[in-house]
C-alpha cells in the first residue's frame, strides 16, 4: 500500500465550501461548529491513515471524541472521505471503522469494495467494522466467498466466522464441497466446530480432505461431539489406505448407532 505522501488539512482533502453547505446546514450548535473546525483546520483525517502508530492513535481518539461530542457533523465528514479521491484506502479503512462504530451503514459500501478487492483484508479492522453489522450482510459476504480471489474468499470467511451465527455458517457450509483452497476450508470447518451443535456432514466430509490439518480438525471436533470409543482411530497424516480403511470403520460405528 502506498504511504500517504500529504501532511495537508482536511480542507484540502474536500473543498469546505461544499462541506459548509453539506454539512452544517442547519446546525448552528457549537459543539458542531467546533467538530467541523477542529476537522478542517487540522491534519486529522490524513493521520488516519498515517503509517506512525502514535500519529494514527492519536488521530482515531481525536475523532472518536469528536464522534461522540457531534455525531452527526463527523459521520458526513467520514461518510464523504469516502468518497473523495484523494485519501487513499488505508484512510479509507479506518474512516469506514470509525462510522461502524456507531453502525453507521454508510461504511458498507467502501468495507465491501475492500472485501471483494482482496484490499486490506488481512486488517482486522475491516472484520472489525463488518461485524458490527451483524447478518444482514451474509449474503453480500457470501457472494464474495464464491466469486472472490483466493485472498478476498480467506477473508470473507474470516468475516463469516466471526459473525459467529448459523447463518453464517450456513453459508460457508455451502461452499464447503466446491473451496480448492484448503485455507479457506479450514475456515468453513472452523465454523462448523464452533457451532453449539456442530453438524455432522460436512466434518465427515473433511475426513476425506487433501489437507491433513483439515482432517485433523475434523476428527477431532467429530470426537468431541460423539465421545468415539477408544478403539477408532484416524491417523490425519496417514497413508491413504489407512486413513480409508479408518474412516470406514468409523462409518460402520455410526451406522451401528442410527
Known sequence: MRAPTSNRPFSSFLPAALLVGAILSGCSSTPEEQAFEDIRDTTIIPSLGSYDDQIQQEAVARM???????????TNILAATLHDPVPDDRTK?????????????RALPTLMRFLSEGTNSDDSLLREAMVVFGTSIIPSVAEVLEEGSDVARIAAAEVLYDLDSRSAVDALVARLVREPDPRVRFLIICGVAAENQPRLEPLERT???????NRELAWDTLDRILRLPPSLAFDAEGADEVRRLQVERYQTWRASRN
Open 64 to 74: 472518536l471524541t469528536l464522534l461522540d461530542k457531534a455525531p452527526q457533523v463527523v
Open 93 to 105: 479503512l479506518v474512516c469506514a471503522w470509525l462510522l461502524s462504530t456507531v453502525k453507521d451503514r
Open 207 to 213: 475426513l476425506i480432505d487433501p489437507e491433513a490439518s
